[in-house]
């Protein structure tokens, strides 16, 4: 039997922008990853889907929040995609309660990019396989 690790297999998902999106999504990530044999990135990738998918309906007046989870290659790559209008980051300081989240993010995945455009806006994150 293959593993699924080394396969390339493609994920997504729509749901409403609404309060219980981000878990919704959080659960729905952490199945994936335990299906394809990434038990061990899970908690990682809860915390990075739940903040993107969070930023997503608090930060913007997206109707639907999407979310996609690619695994290839050893490595997994989440997506979260909003089509309200493009926005940038804001850094919160170390004892702002608020907007230190996509320093989280930085801090738990191998990389990370925020793509604005007139669609909206993708937010991805990469954890590594090893």
């Keep these: 039997m293959t593993h699924a690790k080394a396969l390339g297999l493609s994920y997504r998902m729509v749901a409403p922008s609404r309060p219980d999106t981000p878990r919704v999504a959080r659960e729905w990530v952490a199945s994936i990853l335990r299906g394809a044999g990434f038990g061990h990135l899970v908690e ?37 995609r909003d089509s309200g209008p493009p926005w940038r980051p804001v850094g919160g300081g170390p004892l702002d309660v608020r907007g230190r989240g996509l320093a989280l993010v930085g801090a738990y995945c191998e990389d990370w990019a925020v793509i604005a455009g007139h669609g909206g806006t993708v937010v991805w994150f990469r954890l590594g396989g090893g």
């Design 44 to 80: 990682a990738a809860r915390l990075c889907t739940s903040e993107l998918v969070t930023n997503a309906y608090r930060h913007t007046p997206t109707e639907v929040i999407g979310v996609g989870v690619d695994v290839t290659g050893g490595r997994i790559t989440v997506e979260v």
